[in-house]
C-alpha cells in the first residue's frame, strides 16, 4: 500500500482502467489529476484552452471508441455545461469520466458551488468518494460503467479528498483496446430530429441505472461505532470496516439498505457523502450512516429502507443542500440537526459536533505574537509596477482570475471587480457603454487586467466582441509566460504542452493585430517608467488599446541577483513599502524601510521608487545568485 491524494488515485484508477487519453484545465483543487495522469506510460493527455474544449475533445475520442479522463474544477463545469447536457444524450463510445473537484470553503476560487447538482440536471451519474482508496476504485469502474450504460461518468472530489494523501492499494493497467467507429449519426448528430430519440433513449438508460444503483457496493450502511469497535485503518472491506459494515448489495432485505440492521431500530441515522463522511464518523461514532458513494441518481428504495430503520433521521451535507433536498424529494421525513450547521464553508468534526449538541474539545487560539501573513505576489513579480502605477493614475480596474487578483489588497488597492475567466475586457467594455450613454467623459480611464492563460481560455472572445462594437479603453495583458496561480502550468502563448511535445507558440503581438486592435505595445513590466509612460499613452489614445507587459513568472527560473539594502539616510517616507512587496518592511522604531534579504530576488523595483537613492543593491562580487 502507497499513500497517494485523491487527485493522484484518480490518475491511478483512470490508468488501472486502460484509460488511452487525458483532457483538462488546470484549476485547484483538481490540477494534479491530470498531471499525475500525464507522467503515466501508454497515456496521451493535453492541457486544452478552457473547460468547454477540453470536454469536446474528450467527446470526440471517445466517440472514436477512446477511454477518456476529463478534470476540470467545479467553476470549469460553469464553462463545460454547453456539451456536458448534450453528452449525456449522445452517450460514448470508449468509457468517459469527468471529474469536477469542488471547493467547499474558497480556498482558491471565486465562489461555492456543488457540482451534484450539475449531475442530477444533465442527468449524469456522479459517484463522490471519501477518500484516496475510493477515489482510485470508483474511478477503476467508471469506465467500464460509462460503456455498460452508455453515459459519461463523473466524479465529484473536494478540497479535502483531492488533497489529501490516504493509503491506497493499487493495480495493474487493464489493456483496454480502442473500439471500432461505426457512423452513427442518430447517435452523434444532435439536431432536433435525432436529438428527440436520444432524449427518450435518455430515460431507458436512467431508468437502467437507477436499478443499478439500488445494488451498488459503494452504498453502504455503517452500523454504530462503539467501545472497541473502531475503524480499521485502510480497511475498505465492505463487510470489514468497522467490524460489519453492510453494503446496500448485500442486505438481506431486497430494496432496505438497512438489512440485518432493522432487527434492531437504532436512534439516530445520518447521510452524508464524501469527505463529510470521515467527519461524521468520527464527531457522531454512536450514529448509523448511509454512506453515499453514488450521489446521482440516489437509491431510492435503498434509502427508504434506511429511514425505516431508524428513530430520527438527519442528513449532513457540506456548503450546499443538494443531499437534504434530494431525499426529501423522496418523501422521506428529515430532521434538522439540533443547532444549525454551517451554510458555506467546509465542514469539521468539531461543528458537526456542535451542531448536534455535543460538547466538543476546546479551541485553542494561535499565539498573538504570531506575524501576520497575508497573501501578496511574489518578490520580484512582473505584476507589481502595473498595479502600483493603475494605483498612481486611479484608473478603473475590471480584474480576471489569477494569482495577480492580488493586486485587489493592501497597499496596491488597485483592482475593482474580479468575477470569472475573461470578464475583465467585457466588463471593462461594459464600463464603457455605461460612460458613453451619460454622454459624459469619464474622469478615471477604464483598465482591463488579464493573464496570458486567462486570455487564452475566454479572453480572446471578449476582446473580439469590444473589437466588433468599436469599444475604446485599455486592455492589460500580463504576460508572464506561464499559467503561475495553478502551478506553471503551459498554455498556447508560451508554447509549452503538458507532455513536453514539440509544438509552436502562439504569437501574442500577430494575434491581437488579426483581431483588428489598433495600438498593440510590448512593455517591460519591471521597468516603471516605461509601464507609467504606456498606461499614460493608452489613456490618451483615441481607440482600443493592448498593452502586453511581458516578463516571466519569477518562479519560473527562480534566479536571484543580490539583493538590495537600504542606506543610512533613508528618509522613512514609506514609498517603497506601497509597492507590497514580502521583502520590504518599516522598521519600528524609526519607520527607516527594512529589507530582507532571504526574501529579496535583487529585482530593482523598490529602487525605481525610492526619490532619495537610499535603496541600492548590496556591494558584492556582481555575479547573481542563483
Partial sequence: MILLSGNEAIAQGSWEAGAHIGTGYPGTPSTEAMECFAAKHDVYAQWCPNEKVALEVALGASAAGARVLVTMKHVGVNVAADPLFTAAYTGVGGGMLIMAADDPGMHSSQNEQDSRFYACSARLPM???????????????????????????????????????????????????IRDYTTDPAKWVMMPAYAKPRRTDLDRRVALLSEWVEECPFNRVEPPVTGERTAKAGCHDPLEAYGGSVPVA???????????????????????????????????????????????PLPQEALKGFAASVGRLFVVDEASDYLSSQVGALGIELERTPFPLTSSGELTPRLIAQAFGKASAPHRDAPISLPG??????????????????????????GDIGCYTLGALPPLSAMDTCVDMGASISMAHGFGLASSLRKVAPNRPVVAVIGDSTFAHSGISSLMNTIYNQGNGIVAILDNRTTAMTGRQGNPFNGQTLQGRETRELDFTALLLALGVQDV?????????????????????????????????????????????????CRACGACTTLGCPALSRAEDSGKAVIDASLCIGCSQCGQYCAFSSIVRSPTNGKGLV
Fill in 521 to 569: 505595445r510590448v512593455v517591460d513590466p519591471h521597468d516603471s517608467i516605461a509601464v507609467r509612460t504606456a498606461l499614460k499613452d493608452a489613456a490618451l489614445f483615441d481607440g482600443l488599446s493592448v498593452l502586453l507587459f511581458r516578463a516571466p513568472c519569477v518562479l519560473l527560473e527562480r534566479k536571484r541577483e543580490e539583493p538590495f539594502v537600504v542606506k543610512d539616510d
Fill in 250 to 296: 448485500m442486505t438481506d432485505a431486497p430494496g432496505n439498505a438497512a438489512g440485518a440492521l432493522t432487527r434492531e431500530k437504532h436512534a439516530v441515522g445520518i447521510i452524508c457523502s464524501g469527505a463529510v463522511y470521515q467527519h461524521v464518523r468520527e464527531a457522531i461514532p454512536e450514529a448509523t450512516i448511509f454512506k453515499l458513494g453514488v450521489v446521482w
Fill in 373 to 398: 501573513r497575508p497573501p501578496a505576489l511574489c518578490p520580484g513579480c512582473p505584476h507589481r509596477l502595473v498595479f502600483k502605477e493603475l494605483a498612481r493614475m486611479k484608473a478603473i480596474v475590471c
Fill in 127 to 177: 459517484f463522490e468518494p471519501a477518500d484516496s482508496q475510493e477515489a482510485l476504485d470508483f474511478t477503476r469502474a467508471a469506465f467500464g460503467l460509462s460503456e455498460r450504460f452508455d453515459l459519461p461518468f463523473m466524479i465529484r472530489s473536494t478540497v479535502r479528498v483531492s488533497h489529501t494523501l490516504t493509503l491506497v492499494r493499487t493495480g495493474e493497467r487493464e489493456p483496454v483496446a
